[in-house]
T-cell receptor, first 112, second 114 residues
Framework: DTAVSQTPKYLVTQMGNDKSIKCEQN?????MYWYKQDSKKFLKIMFS???????INETVPNRFSPKSPDKAHLNLHINSLELGDSAVYFC???????????FGPGTRLTVT | QKEVEQDPGPLSVPEGAIVSLNCTYS??????FMWYRQYSRKGPELLMY????GNKEDGRFTAQVDKSSKYISLFIRDSQPSDSATYLC??????????????FGTGTQLKVEL
Protein backbone atom coordinates (compact mmCIF):
# COMPACT_ATOMS: atom_id res chain seq x y z
CA ASP A 1 0.00 0.00 0.00
CA THR A 2 2.78 2.37 -1.02
CA ALA A 3 1.64 6.00 -0.84
CA VAL A 4 3.87 7.52 -3.52
CA SER A 5 5.53 5.11 -5.91
CA GLN A 6 8.01 5.68 -8.71
CA THR A 7 9.22 3.51 -11.56
CA PRO A 8 11.86 2.62 -12.32
CA LYS A 9 13.93 2.74 -9.14
CA TYR A 10 17.20 2.72 -11.08
CA LEU A 11 17.84 3.88 -14.61
CA VAL A 12 21.18 3.67 -16.40
CA THR A 13 21.28 5.03 -19.91
CA GLN A 14 23.58 6.62 -22.45
CA MET A 15 23.91 10.25 -23.40
CA GLY A 16 21.47 11.32 -26.07
CA ASN A 17 18.76 8.81 -25.16
CA ASP A 18 15.18 9.71 -24.20
CA LYS A 19 13.73 8.24 -21.01
CA SER A 20 10.62 8.51 -18.83
CA ILE A 21 10.05 8.21 -15.10
CA LYS A 22 6.58 7.47 -13.77
CA CYS A 23 5.00 8.51 -10.48
CA GLU A 24 1.73 7.44 -8.91
CA GLN A 25 0.15 8.41 -5.61
CA ASN A 26 -2.78 6.65 -3.98
CA UNK A 27 -3.37 9.28 -1.29
CA UNK A 28 -6.01 11.24 -3.16
CA UNK A 29 -3.76 14.29 -3.11
CA UNK A 30 -4.32 17.27 -5.38
CA UNK A 31 -0.75 18.45 -5.97
CA MET A 32 2.23 16.52 -7.25
CA TYR A 33 5.86 17.54 -7.64
CA TRP A 34 9.10 16.56 -9.29
CA TYR A 35 12.38 17.28 -7.49
CA LYS A 36 15.99 16.69 -8.50
CA GLN A 37 18.57 15.78 -5.85
CA ASP A 38 22.19 16.11 -6.94
CA SER A 39 25.22 14.23 -5.67
CA LYS A 40 25.64 16.74 -2.82
CA LYS A 41 22.08 16.00 -1.61
CA PHE A 42 20.75 19.38 -2.73
CA LEU A 43 17.05 18.96 -3.42
CA LYS A 44 15.52 21.35 -5.90
CA ILE A 45 11.97 21.58 -7.19
CA MET A 46 11.47 21.20 -10.92
CA PHE A 47 7.71 21.12 -11.51
CA SER A 48 4.43 21.10 -9.64
CA UNK A 49 0.97 20.15 -10.86
CA UNK A 50 -2.33 20.83 -9.11
CA UNK A 51 -5.30 18.85 -10.43
CA UNK A 52 -3.44 18.23 -13.70
CA UNK A 53 -2.58 21.93 -14.11
CA UNK A 54 1.05 23.08 -14.14
CA UNK A 55 1.56 25.62 -11.34
CA ILE A 56 5.31 25.63 -10.76
CA ASN A 57 7.82 25.43 -13.57
CA GLU A 58 11.33 26.21 -12.40
CA THR A 59 14.22 27.08 -14.65
CA VAL A 60 14.58 23.62 -16.10
CA PRO A 61 15.89 22.81 -19.61
CA ASN A 62 12.98 22.19 -21.96
CA ARG A 63 14.38 18.70 -22.54
CA PHE A 64 12.39 17.92 -19.39
CA SER A 65 8.67 17.65 -19.93
CA PRO A 66 6.23 16.68 -17.21
CA LYS A 67 2.85 15.15 -18.00
CA SER A 68 -0.07 14.60 -15.67
CA PRO A 69 -2.64 12.28 -17.27
CA ASP A 70 -4.78 12.43 -14.13
CA LYS A 71 -4.60 13.65 -10.54
CA ALA A 72 -2.90 10.50 -9.31
CA HIS A 73 -0.11 10.38 -11.88
CA LEU A 74 2.77 12.65 -12.82
CA ASN A 75 5.34 11.47 -15.30
CA LEU A 76 8.63 13.03 -16.32
CA HIS A 77 10.02 12.64 -19.80
CA ILE A 78 13.62 13.61 -20.51
CA ASN A 79 14.91 14.05 -24.06
CA SER A 80 18.52 13.95 -25.21
CA LEU A 81 19.92 12.97 -21.83
CA GLU A 82 23.16 14.64 -20.71
CA LEU A 83 25.77 13.64 -18.14
CA GLY A 84 24.59 16.46 -15.87
CA ASP A 85 21.13 14.91 -15.68
CA SER A 86 22.55 12.16 -13.48
CA ALA A 87 20.81 12.57 -10.13
CA VAL A 88 18.06 11.13 -7.98
CA TYR A 89 14.61 12.31 -9.06
CA PHE A 90 11.91 12.40 -6.40
CA CYS A 91 8.21 12.64 -6.90
CA UNK A 92 6.09 14.06 -4.07
CA UNK A 93 2.43 14.76 -3.44
CA UNK A 94 0.41 16.95 -1.08
CA UNK A 95 -3.19 17.51 -0.17
CA UNK A 96 -4.59 21.03 -0.62
CA UNK A 97 -5.68 20.82 3.03
CA UNK A 98 -2.31 19.94 4.49
CA UNK A 99 1.22 21.30 4.50
CA UNK A 100 2.99 17.95 4.36
CA UNK A 101 4.56 16.70 1.16
CA UNK A 102 4.95 12.94 0.86
CA PHE A 103 7.97 11.83 -1.11
CA GLY A 104 8.41 8.75 -3.22
CA PRO A 105 11.46 6.48 -2.93
CA GLY A 106 13.31 8.21 -5.76
CA THR A 107 14.61 7.19 -9.17
CA ARG A 108 18.38 7.06 -9.42
CA LEU A 109 19.29 8.14 -12.96
CA THR A 110 22.81 7.56 -14.23
CA VAL A 111 23.77 8.89 -17.64
CA THR A 112 26.95 7.44 -19.12
CA GLN B 1 24.72 32.33 -2.93
CA LYS B 2 21.89 29.93 -2.16
CA GLU B 3 18.68 31.23 -0.58
CA VAL B 4 19.01 28.67 2.21
CA GLU B 5 22.38 27.73 3.68
CA GLN B 6 23.03 24.62 5.73
CA ASP B 7 26.29 23.09 6.93
CA PRO B 8 26.61 19.76 5.09
CA GLY B 9 28.57 18.08 7.88
CA PRO B 10 29.12 15.23 8.41
CA LEU B 11 28.32 15.63 12.08
CA SER B 12 29.26 12.73 14.32
CA VAL B 13 27.99 12.55 17.92
CA PRO B 14 27.90 9.86 20.63
CA GLU B 15 24.60 8.22 21.53
CA GLY B 16 22.66 10.29 24.05
CA ALA B 17 24.13 13.63 22.94
CA ILE B 18 22.06 16.70 22.19
CA VAL B 19 22.31 17.57 18.51
CA SER B 20 21.86 21.04 17.10
CA LEU B 21 21.23 21.48 13.38
CA ASN B 22 20.90 24.90 11.81
CA CYS B 23 19.96 26.77 8.67
CA THR B 24 20.19 30.40 7.68
CA TYR B 25 18.22 32.02 4.92
CA SER B 26 18.27 35.29 3.05
CA UNK B 27 14.67 35.84 1.91
CA UNK B 28 12.48 37.43 4.58
CA UNK B 29 9.37 36.33 2.64
CA UNK B 30 9.71 32.79 4.00
CA UNK B 31 6.94 32.15 6.53
CA UNK B 32 6.69 28.36 6.87
CA PHE B 33 9.62 26.28 8.04
CA MET B 34 10.14 22.55 7.97
CA TRP B 35 12.68 19.90 8.81
CA TYR B 36 12.85 16.72 6.78
CA ARG B 37 14.79 13.58 7.61
CA GLN B 38 16.22 11.49 4.80
CA TYR B 39 17.65 8.04 5.38
CA SER B 40 20.17 6.71 2.90
CA ARG B 41 18.55 5.77 -0.42
CA LYS B 42 15.09 6.86 0.73
CA GLY B 43 12.84 9.83 0.12
CA PRO B 44 12.71 12.70 2.64
CA GLU B 45 10.04 12.51 5.33
CA LEU B 46 8.62 15.44 7.27
CA LEU B 47 9.84 15.70 10.84
CA MET B 48 8.77 19.13 12.06
CA TYR B 49 6.69 22.02 10.76
CA UNK B 50 6.53 25.54 12.19
CA UNK B 51 4.91 28.76 11.12
CA UNK B 52 6.71 32.07 11.73
CA UNK B 53 8.93 32.61 14.78
CA GLY B 54 8.87 30.48 17.90
CA ASN B 55 9.50 26.98 19.22
CA LYS B 56 7.76 23.70 18.62
CA GLU B 57 8.44 20.49 20.47
CA ASP B 58 7.60 16.93 19.47
CA GLY B 59 9.08 14.20 21.62
CA ARG B 60 12.86 14.39 21.45
CA PHE B 61 12.74 17.02 18.68
CA THR B 62 12.47 20.79 19.07
CA ALA B 63 12.28 23.20 16.14
CA GLN B 64 13.15 26.83 16.66
CA VAL B 65 12.60 29.74 14.27
CA ASP B 66 14.08 33.21 14.69
CA LYS B 67 12.78 35.28 11.79
CA SER B 68 14.59 38.43 12.92
CA SER B 69 17.92 36.63 12.49
CA LYS B 70 16.72 34.50 9.57
CA TYR B 71 17.88 31.43 11.45
CA ILE B 72 16.19 28.11 12.16
CA SER B 73 17.33 25.22 14.31
CA LEU B 74 16.44 21.63 15.04
CA PHE B 75 17.46 20.13 18.37
CA ILE B 76 17.50 16.39 18.96
CA ARG B 77 17.68 15.27 22.59
CA ASP B 78 18.98 11.88 23.69
CA SER B 79 20.14 11.11 20.17
CA GLN B 80 19.91 7.49 19.02
CA PRO B 81 21.76 5.56 16.30
CA SER B 82 18.42 5.43 14.47
CA ASP B 83 18.62 9.24 14.15
CA SER B 84 21.57 8.82 11.77
CA ALA B 85 20.36 10.38 8.54
CA THR B 86 20.56 13.56 6.50
CA TYR B 87 18.47 16.41 7.88
CA LEU B 88 17.14 18.92 5.38
CA CYS B 89 15.66 22.24 6.34
CA UNK B 90 12.99 23.59 4.00
CA UNK B 91 10.91 26.72 3.84
CA UNK B 92 8.21 28.38 1.77
CA UNK B 93 6.53 31.75 1.39
CA UNK B 94 2.87 30.82 1.21
CA UNK B 95 0.30 28.09 0.96
CA UNK B 96 -0.95 28.47 -2.59
CA UNK B 97 0.42 28.66 -6.10
CA UNK B 98 4.07 29.54 -6.54
CA UNK B 99 4.38 30.55 -2.88
CA UNK B 100 3.78 26.95 -1.95
CA UNK B 101 7.15 26.01 -3.42
CA UNK B 102 9.57 24.44 -0.95
CA UNK B 103 13.16 25.72 -0.95
CA PHE B 104 15.56 23.27 0.66
CA GLY B 105 18.91 23.59 2.37
CA THR B 106 21.67 21.27 1.23
CA GLY B 107 21.17 18.94 4.20
CA THR B 108 23.36 18.01 7.18
CA GLN B 109 24.53 14.43 7.43
CA LEU B 110 24.28 13.20 11.03
CA LYS B 111 25.83 10.06 12.46
CA VAL B 112 25.02 8.97 15.99
CA GLU B 113 27.57 6.46 17.23
CA LEU B 114 27.18 3.80 19.91
Amino acid sequence: DTAVSQTPKYLVTQMGNDKSIKCEQNLGHDTMYWYKQDSKKFLKIMFSYNNKELIINETVPNRFSPKSPDKAHLNLHINSLELGDSAVYFCASKSDFSYEQYFGPGTRLTVT
Amino acid sequence: QKEVEQDPGPLSVPEGAIVSLNCTYSNSAFQYFMWYRQYSRKGPELLMYTYSSGNKEDGRFTAQVDKSSKYISLFIRDSQPSDSATYLCAMKKGLTGGGNKLTFGTGTQLKVEL
